[in-house]
């Protein structure tokens, strides 16, 4: 069986899985080898034709991509754990392998994913209250990208520390400090993660683990407070055994209060069962680590007294994607919604998407102001389990200006927006540092904006600046 290990370190790192040697021996069929996604689905376009998409508003087009990457990613690799093939994706390098320090890992390593609370909630609540600071959640590099942080030694900060030096001193024009560009091969994923109590168990809810999920029609909640899944009032009831009808209504309780869901099977999600003691033992650790840090025991599971079990399930929620394959990358986002042909998100799904996959929904950023808004806004796009509680609750200052408290800023995001404005370093308080923790949708950031005027520029990449050691 896989075992767990926890690594925690300031950026609140969890790290999951060493196999041992009995383990490996009692699991001979597991195989686990880092695979590149195909390129049969259209992955690796030409620059021109994906930014002629842009040019000419052709957002269909930029969305059938998205869509054929999710295919591409999702489709079954030639690993097998535990009895159940795993996602091309999934064999990727974690954020852990790429960052901390010593030898590298081989092609063929042992499974290990790796959770950490979600950069995001880290920076917009550094004391760690963030609600969704409790998700699981671990960002993901295909070979390309990690061999080239490796190769140009970007996990190292004494390198970032170096080229900040070197720009100073040489008095380097903004448009020129930055590192050097990803290769066009690059894919960077940030999944994110929810527990589901086995049936069996005294802490499930009759057998049942509720879920709440976003609706873009709920309003504002009161108090000034951000929106998150506490707010939400929607949700469903994951039945893990098939004890109740598929879609039948079921009392549960949601944040204190009895509400009324549907039931969902397991199979609705991409999910992997914690099979034995070292794995229960090493989430119950992380749930008392993100407890003792802010106090999110209870956001991290369905009910405050529930702890993991053998027989619980982690499924899949969410996942952010970004790929190079133009120059300021395509970024994508996918999540799960129990209508999974929802109007807006998922009624162009194309056949090329398989199995489980198809439950999920996607919007996507290629530009930070276009489509635009009916009233001329610019273009939305952002994952609610992990940016709809961004919002500010207090005023703050933001390239020179006042700006108020906005608590549903989240919810008028964009990614691409977000990511122009990675730098080393990052979220400090020396001046001139990157804060992604200030949400603003405020369109194109040209690279000689002043606000990089102190900083590196990381190629729109937040994890090097958030995650390189020492």
Not at 71 to 93: D, E, F, H
Not at 138 to 162: G, I, S
């Amino acid at each position: 069986m896989l075992r767990w290990s926890i690594f925690v370190s300031t950026s609140v790192l969890f790290g999951i899985g060493v196999l041992t040697d009995a383990q490996t021996k009692q699991n001979p069929g597991n195989t686990f080898v880092i695979e590149d996604i195909s390129t049969n689905l259209g992955y690796l376009r030409d620059e021109n034709i994906l930014l002629g998409f842009v040019a000419v508003g052709d957002w269909a087009a930029t969305r059938r991509h998205s869509w054929n990457l999710w295919a591409a990613m999702t489709a079954p690799s030639k690993s097998v754990w535990n009895g159940q093939r795993v996602p091309i994706w999934l064999t990727w390098y974690s954020v852990t392998e790429v960052y901390e320090p010593g030898p590298k890992p081989p092609k063929d390593r042992d499974l290990a994913l790796y959770y950490h609370r979600p950069i995001q909630a880290i920076l917009s609540n550094p004391e760690g209250k963030s609600p969704s600071s409790s998700l699981f959640a671990f960002v993901k590099y295909n070979r390309a990208a990690a061999e080239f942080v490796w190769q140009n030694k970007y996990h190292l900060r004494r390198t970032l520390d170096d080229l900040q030096a070197r720009f100073d001193k040489d008095n380097r024009p903004i448009d020129e400090r930055t590192i050097k560009p990803f290769p066009r091969q690059a894919i960077a994923t940030k999944p994110v993660f929810w527990l589901v109590k086995n049936s069996k168990s005294p802490q499930s809810q009759r057998g049942l683990t509720v879920l709440p999920y976003w609706d873009p029609k709920y309003p504002a909640p009161a108090g000034g407070v951000t929106p998150d899944h506490r707010t939400w009032t929607k949700c469903v009831a994951i039945d893990p055994d098939r004890r109740y009808p598929e879609g039948s209504v079921q009392e549960v309780v949601h944040d204190g209060r009895k509400i009324t869901a549907k039931v969902v099977y397991l199979d609705r999600f991409y999910s992997i069962t914690l099979r034995d003691k070292v794995e229960v033992a090493a989430v119950k650790t992380m749930a008392l680590q993100l407890s003792g840090s802010g106090g999110e025991q209870e956001r991290m599971i369905t009910d405050p007294n529930n702890v993991p079990e053998i027989g619980d399930a982690v499924i899949l929620l969410a996942m952010h994607v970004t790929t190079k394959e133009i120059d300021n990358w395509t970024f994508q986002t996918y999540w799960w919604l129990p209508d999974a042909n929802d109007p807006t998100f998922g009624y162009d799904r194309p056949s090329t998407v398989k199995g489980v996959w198809r439950n999920y929904v996607m919007c996507n950023a290629w530009s930070p102001e276009s489509p635009r808004l009916p009233d001329g806004g610019y273009h939305v796009c952002f994952n609610p389990y992990l940016e709809t509680d961004l919002g500010p609750t207090k005023p703050y200052v933001l390239d020179g200006k006042n700006m108020p408290a906005d608590p549903m800023a989240g919810t008028r995001s964009n990614c691409m927006n977000c990511h122009n404005r990675a730098g080393y370093p990052a979220f400090s308080s020396a001046p001139g540092s990157a804060n992604m923790g200030q949400v603003a949708n405020d369109g194109f950031r040209p690279p000689n904006d002043p606000y990089f005027s102190k900083m590196t520029k990381t190629d729109l990449f937040w994890s090097i600046p958030l995650h390189a050691g020492k």
